[in-house]
């Protein structure tokens, strides 16, 4: 290497190290890590299933070392579980997204909104959906009813309910209820119906909705 006169590399010069130090591979956080690894094993449970999934498919999905799997997973079925917890996640932004779009008086068009965006989020992964929660056991009867979908669902029939845009008994009662509704409607035209017509079923289950809560069809 070429030095200055003071036997210092000039600013120039070290600038160009410092430019070759940083094109080095880096460690990634252990937050991205993870995630790499979570979707590399949904990849491979949505081309090849669960049961046919190794840890070893997985880690080279991930490019990373199988020790490396073990510092963020203890199992294949703690995959699973993770997975299943971010599914829900996913599909609540989506819902809480549609639902941001209407004004803050406007608890029909929210109610509404949560009708639509669920039915197009569940169908949209449905296949996702099926793997994680039908196709393990870990799930239990608690776990069917304790999430965050439900508990978003509760807290904006509670806040429509303090606003007096509708009327409910019981929130969480009605939000479990509709919750499951969901998901029996959508299970229903999945399975029956070769070609799902999206829009007619939202709209019945936004219909259903308005009558859960006291709202009429025409106001």
């Known amino acids: 290497m070429v030095q200055s006169v003071t036997g210092i590399p000039s600013r120039k010069q070290t600038d160009s190290m410092r430019g070759k130090t940083d094109s080095r591979p880096r460690t990634k956080p252990p937050e991205e890590r993870r995630s790499e690894i979570m979707q590399a094993a949904r990849r491979l449970f949505l081309e090849k299933g669960v049961a046919s999934t190794t840890i070893e498919q997985i880690t080279s999905r991930a490019k990373v070392a199988k020790g490396t799997f073990y510092l963020y997973f203890s199992s294949k079925e703690d995959v699973l579980t993770a997975l299943s ?121 936004e219909r259903l909705c308005f009558r859960a809560v006291g709202i009429g069809l025409v106001q």
């Open 85 to 205: 917890d971010g599914y829900g996640h996913e599909l609540l932004e989506q819902i809480k997204a549609a639902i941001a779009k209407k004004l803050d008086e406007d608890w029909k068009g929210k109610l509404a909104a949560w009708a639509v965006a669920s039915v197009s989020a569940y169908l949209d992964s449905i296949r996702l959906h099926d793997i994680l929660f039908y196709g393990s056991h870990h799930h239990t009867r608690q776990g069917l009813v304790d999430n965050v979908a439900i508990d978003h669902l509760f807290d904006l029939l509670q806040a429509g309910a303090e606003a007096r845009a509708w009327s409910v008994d019981d929130a969480r009662f009605t939000a479990v209820f509709l919750f499951s509704g969901l998901h029996g409607v959508v299970d229903d035209a999945h399975t029956r119906e070769k070609r799902i017509n999206q829009t007619r079923l939202a709209n019945r289950l």
